[in-house]
């Protein structure tokens, strides 16, 4: 028996990527990114079900993703979208995967292999991540022209506030740089066939930015990138029903009572207000449940919320039971989900331990089991 693990949902991922493609239209790529284990919900379970259900690529960041993928025998398109080392450019071209490029360094050690390997040009528009300035595209261009076996893909961006805006003004101006680069590559006889940049928020909020290719983050998974995306795609007349995909499980370890005044965990950071009980549950900060949910989280038991009491620890919690009855050894304890008529969301957590969504559920360590379920 395992002492956690994740369970996703087929029918949500399905539907969740069928919501998208209804947005976009079946003439767009739809490129829903697996990177970072998929947001947390498993790499490769995740990648063979939305290739599917339609997903005509799939965004991985680096190039143990993509050996890991065509390991499982998943023949999508890929894209990696992160940096691969120059010595392992070779790999890259082996697995036929596609790679964003925005060093002059990566496309000098990819034509040295004398093999035809698809590249999307990254553009800085003002996100100042990764990105080839304007100023030295020329160069690119340049280099390209003269070398066959690079072949020109796509051209890219990434907006960098989409999330954190109601309006779109930053987005505007990024867009506006991103046509001039295409201007330029057009110019120059090297007009890309695939254009994108738009994550989640843009795909929901910005339809002018679609192009033919955009890259669906995570509302793959039936998150929403933030609150104020999900407004404004409202004010923008988008209605979209994302099911969430991912609950994270655990059982009990050990329940037992408690005397009031006793202090609980490291550094006795709370003491019992009444005689109780506690359970102890399998489950800490090397897990994924991150320190910063000390005396803050709660947990579903028995379909009722249990509050999280003491410190986080490397591998156990302790939460207070003693308004649960019945609860017993190796009862299942849902962490982030539905129990019953309770829910606890990836948002309600990142809340409480000060950061996002997306951080709560790609730190959901990698070794827990991920278990399909219909």
Same mark, same amino acid.
């Given at each position: 028996? /395992? ?182 590559? /057009? ?163 990142? /809340? ?23």
């Amino acid at each position: 028996m /395992e002492l956690s693990w994740v369970e996703i949902s087929r029918r949500a991922l399905a539907h969740n990527l069928g919501e998208f493609r209804k947005l976009v239209g079946k003439s767009v790529v739809l490129a829903p990114a697996v990177k970072a284990n998929a947001y947390g919900h498993g790499l490769v379970e995740c990648s063979r079900i939305l290739a599917e259900h339609g997903a005509d690529y799939l965004c991985a960041n680096a190039l143990y993703e993509a050996q890991a993928l065509r390991k499982a025998g998943i023949k999508t398109p890929l894209l990696l979208i992160g940096y691969t080392p120059l010595s392992d450019l070779e790999e890259l071209a082996y697995l036929k995967a596609e790679t964003i490029v925005y060093n002059l360094e990566t496309l000098h050690a990819l034509a040295k292999l004398n093999k035809p390997v698809g590249i999307h040009l990254k553009i800085e528009t003002g996100n100042y991540r990764q990105g080839i300035r304007m100023e030295d595209l020329s160069k690119f261009i340049e280099f390209i022209r003269k070398h066959p076996t690079l072949e020109m893909k796509g051209v890219s961006t990434h907006f960098a506030n989409l999330e954190d805006r109601i309006n779109r003004h930053y987005a505007e101006f990024q867009l506006k740089n991103f046509m001039s680069a295409i201007h330029q590559l /057009e110019a120059a006889g090297l007009a890309p066939h695939f254009r994108h940049c738009t994550a989640t928020a843009g795909i929901l909020v910005f339809p002018e930015a679609h192009f033919n290719f955009v890259r669906l983050g995570i509302g793959a998974y039936g998150l929403w990138p933030s609150k104020k995306t999900e407004v404004a795609a409202d004010k923008a007349g988008v209605k979209m029903e994302l099911e969430p995909a991912l609950t994270w499980k655990t059982i009990v370890a050990q329940v037992k009572k408690v005397k009031m005044g006793s202090l609980i965990g490291y550094g006795g950071t709370y003491g019992m207000p009444r005689d109780g009980r506690i359970a102890v549950l399998p489950i800490g900060y090397y897990d994924g449940y991150v320190r910063l949910l000390s005396n803050k989280g709660t947990v579903l038991i028995r379909g009722k919320r249990a509050p999280v009491i003491g410190r986080v620890c490397m591998n156990m919690i302790m939460v207070d039971v003693t308004d649960i009855p019945n609860v017993r050894l190796e009862d299942e304890v849902v962490l982030i989900g539905q129990q019953g008529h309770e829910h606890i969301t990836a948002e309600e957590m990142g /809340e409480l331990s000060q950061t996002i969504n997306y951080e709560v559920t790609t730190r959901i360590n990698e070794r827990i089991l991920r278990i399909l379920k219909d």
